[in-house]
């Protein structure tokens, strides 16, 4: 007997996810065995020279994005939204556990790797590892799925917000290379880490996340 649509399609698309998840998991280990072997490539490092140290204050502005004295009181408010609209609690919860996973996952593989920072930083010097960037996964893990759950419900000016969400995505990857923070390769690893946790998360949680929500707050 045959499984109806209504049955397959959604195991489809877990499995769909689960192979995103370990490509792009892959890509974050091979990346690291590289970078540990060869270090930057040297057309990148003319790319990274060029933007450091350009709009640096309004880059350690939008740096802090990323830190815990602004993602926890997100996260509160986040909390409040989901008590108050049950619509979004599984939304806020997926969000919620990707950001911790996203934090702890770049935190292993720092150790795990154990690549210097840059020298030529401006502003803020940072001492933990450099590969892969946690605030690449963050802004990515949280920042851009709340860009895809405010695009796929019904909030008015949904469009506009989503494309905020994005755009803020985008300045926190800049303000990492201008402030001298991370190389490019980190943040491309700390992209791809995020893309295999959310893609991980969606494969393994029964819930439909990403789907459009029949209310709105």
């Not at 959604?10 to 996810?17: F, G, I």
């Not at 917000?161 to 990857?173: F, R």
Request: net charge positive; with cysteine; hydrophobic share 55%.
């Amino acid at each position: 007997m045959s499984s109806s649509p209504s049955s397959t399609t959604p195991r489809n698309q877990r499995l769909a996810a689960a192979a995103i998840a370990l490509g792009s998991f892959s890509l974050v280990l091979s990346l690291g065995s590289y970078v540990t072997a060869y270090g930057e490539p040297l057309w990148l490092v003319a790319f990274e020279r060029a933007i450091v140290g350009h709009g640096a204050e309004a880059a350690w502005a939008v740096t802090q994005l990323c830190y815990p004295y602004v993602l926890a009181p997100l996260g509160i408010a986040l909390l409040a939204v989901a008590w108050r609209f049950p619509e979004w609690r599984a939304r806020v919860a997926f969000s919620l556990i990707l950001l911790l996973l996203c934090w702890r996952g770049t935190d292993l593989l720092q150790h795990l790797y154990a690549r210097p920072r840059r020298l030529d930083w401006v502003i803020h010097r940072e001492t933990s590892f450099s590969f892969p960037s946690s605030h690449a996964a963050i802004s990515l893990g949280f920042y851009g799925l709340w860009s895809v759950f405010v695009a796929k419900s019904r909030l008015p000016g949904r469009a506009v917000a989503s494309a905020l969400l994005a755009g803020v995505v985008a300045l926190i990857y800049w303000s990492r290379l201008a402030l001298g923070a991370h190389y490019v390769t980190d943040l491309v690893a700390g992209g791809f880490l995020a893309l295999a946790l959310v893609s991980a998360g969606v494969a393994a949680v029964p819930i439909k996340v990403f789907g459009s929500l029949t209310a709105s707050p």
